[in-house]
Structure formats: structure tokens, C-alpha cells
């Protein structure tokens, strides 16, 4: 990512261009995800079963959704899923970097004048 006085020494004609080469390079987001991918161990609540001394099931694998008000979501992950999930969280990063970049560059040629 640029940084805001890198954005700044640039030339208009060079913010256009690193602007079209971003929105040029976001990938297909059809698997996208916007959470957090986490393992976590559960307790079944069955009399005497293991998980009752602290040998907890699973790992198992959920995503933690954000939602509105600053609340969570968790949402469990079949295995055969994961790594589809794992994919799509980190492109949700990845594709978040690419946007706030284009973004920052935005802002720039708006202070300018020259935003279009």
C-alpha cells in the first residue's frame, strides 16, 4: 500500500495511472468473505463426557462475521468448506487493501481538483 506522502509526491498523471492498475489488478471476488476465519474447541453439555474435564471437541472451524452496532457473528464452517472460507477471508484483505489505496488516491486528486 501507498503511503499518504508517497500519494502526495506523485504527479496527477502518475496517481491515474497507478490508479487504473489497481482496479485493473482486483481479482474475481465471487468468493469473497468479510470475516475472520478461527478454530475453536467445543463442550457437547453431556454428562461425563470428556469434554467436561477440558478435552474440548473438534478443533472446528467457524468465521466471525462483523455485523452492525459493533456485534459479532460466528458462523460454523463444514470442513469440507474451509479452505474455500480461509480463501475468501484473505481475499476480503487483500481486495480491502487494493480499495483503500484507491481510495487514498481519490482523496489526492480530489485536493487537487483533478478528481475524474
Known amino acids: 500500500m501507498t503511503n499518504k506522502n508517497s500519494i502526495a509526491e506523485k504527479s496527477t498523471r502518475a496517481l491515474r495511472a497507478r490508479r487504473r492498475s489497481l482496479a485493473r489488478s482486483l481479482p474475481d471476488v465471487e468468493g469473497l468473505i468479510s470475516g475472520a476465519v478461527v478454530e475453536q474447541g467445543r463442550r457437547c453439555g453431556k ?55 484507491i481510495s487514498a488516491i481519490n482523496v489526492e486528486l480530489l485536493r487537487r481538483g483533478e478528481l475524474g
Do not use: M, N, Q, W
Open 47 to 101: 454428562e461425563g463426557c470428556r469434554c467436561t474435564r477440558g478435552e474440548l471437541h473438534g478443533p472446528y472451524t467457524y468465521v466471525v462475521l462483523p455485523r452492525d452496532g459493533g456485534r459479532t457473528r460466528t458462523v460454523y464452517v463444514p470442513a469440507s468448506a474451509a479452505e474455500a472460507v480461509r480463501a475468501g477471508a484473505a481475499l476480503s484483505v487483500s481486495v480491502r487493501g487494493v480499495i483503500e489505496e
